[in-house]
Every structure is written in C-alpha cells, then in structure tokens.
C-alpha cells in the first residue's frame, strides 16, 4: 500500500507542481492586475463607488480563474469543476435572493446614475445626502443626523427625486397682503428685493411676480425666480425675511386668517 502510495504521489508531482505554480503566479499576476487597474481607475477618475466595485468584481474574477486553471492542472475533470460550480451557485443563488437582488440594483445604481455620492435625493419616502453606494445598501444621512440604510434593490425601483442633480433650480414663494392694501405697490416692493438680491438667476426665465389669488382673506401673490442650486435654502429665506422688512417699512399688511361671527337678535 504503501509503495503504491507513493508511486502514485510520484505520478502526481508534475501536476501538483503546475498547480502550484499557477495558485502562486496568478496570485502575483492578480496584485499586479489589479494594482495597474487602481491607478488606471484614478487616472481617469472614476467615481469612488465604481471604483470600489469594479475592483472588487475583477478580484473574485480573477480568483476564480486561477482555481479552475490550478485543478484543471491537477487533471480535475473540467466537466466536475463546471458540475460543482454550478450546483453550488444554484445553492447560493436560492439562499441569498434578496441579496443578489440588491447586487443588482447596485449595478444599476451605478451605471444609471440616478445619484451620486454628495446628492441631495428624496428616495421613496426617506431624503437626505446619499453618504455610501455600496454593494447592498445606499446609505442616506438625513438632514439632523440619522444614518438611512436603503436596499439597492428598493433604491432601483423607488421614485428618487434628486434636487442637487442640476446647476439651478426654480424658487416658487407665495406672499398674502391685505384687500385694503395697494397690490401694485406690493408686488413691486418683491420685485425691488429680488432684483437686489446678487444671487438671483435671469436664466433660465427672469423673476415672475404676479397677482395669483383672491383668497377668502388676502391677495395672494406668487413669485418664481430661479437661483443656483447651492444657494436655494439661504437665498430662500433672505428674501421671505425681506419681504417682510420691506413691506412693514411701506405699511403693506400681512393679514392672518380669522372669522367674523354675528350673533342675530331674537
């Protein structure tokens, strides 16, 4: 037995030695492989989440291609290597659905690219700044703080809205003035501040400022302007605070809602 043994084991030799040389060589030729593709990545600066992907999607690759050429050298029947992977993915592939689902929705996160890193975005019914795209998850930071983690697979099918997305969006506020009030003068008091203001955009569409309601207590008046996307909450509430200095400084009343009762005598 004995004997055998080792006249086998001598017959072996050359294959385990190849495979050796292989498991070590595609090891080497992996580093170099993938330390090459780093810098290529970074060169052509490649979004810090692609990255990361990529890298770590040509790693398994590559894994799995130097121990399918190692067994193959060992005389694995390629047939058995293909049967035990395949099996084995069916296996992986029943138990983790929902986790393949959500590798998925990353890839199509990634190359959609309905957001980025650093967006402002509203996904579903969770918004906040997208903080990591990872594999699995997006993770959101709300505006006081709270980490949001979202599965890739929701993030994919969900509306998302992204309001960083573009250079400059639309600001649209409504002011009410009084029925006694002179509405002329009113409306021309918001222009004087808007147009003021260095931060207002007259492109795409100059300010607008128009008389857009009668309501049951005040004339409303709507006004668009658009403005850097940076500067929307800022510039936003300068020109409510404004308004308003300018229209007690000009004796426009801001009226609040109330209800007159008459009591009828019997």
């Not at 199509?108 to 969770?126: E, M, N, Q, S």
């Amino acid at each position: 037995m004995l004997e055998k043994f080792i006249l086998r084991f001598e017959d072996l030799m050359p294959n385990l030695a190849a495979a050796a040389i292989i498991l070590v060589g595609g090891y080497i030729a992996q580093r170099i492989t993938l330390r090459i593709m780093g810098k290529a990545l970074n060169i052509k600066h490649v979004d810090a989440t692609i990255h990361k992907f990529l890298m770590s999607m040509v790693k398994v690759i590559l894994t799995v291609i130097v121990v399918v050429s190692a067994l193959s050298a060992m005389k694995v029947p390629m047939s058995s290597i293909l049967a035990t992977i395949g099996t084995a993915g069916i296996a992986v592939g029943l138990a983790l659905q929902d986790s393949l689902s959500n590798v998925a929705g990353g890839f199509i996160i990634l190359f959609a690219k309905p957001f980025r890193c650093g967006d402002y975005v509203r996904i579903g019914t969770d918004e906040g700044t997208v903080d990591v795209i990872s594999i699995l998850y997006t993770k959101l930071n709300t505006i006081d703080n709270k980490a949001v983690f979202i599965p890739n697979s929701t993030a994919a099918k969900s509306p998302v809205t992204n309001f960083t997305n573009e250079v400059s969006r639309r600001l649209e506020l409504s002011f009410s003035i009084s029925y006694a009030d002179d509405h002329r003068k009113a409306m021309d008091i918001i222009k004087s501040v808007i147009k003021s203001d260095s931060r207002t955009l007259n492109s795409p569409n100059e300010p607008l400022v128009v008389m857009s309601e009668h309501g049951s207590s005040a004339i409303v008046i709507l006004t668009r302007t658009w403005v850097k996307t940076e500067d929307y909450w800022p510039y936003r509430w300068d020109i409510i605070q404004k308004v308003k200095e300018a229209f007690d400084e000009n004796g426009i009343t801001i009226p609040f809602e109330q209800v007159d009762i008459h009591m009828a005598k019997d």
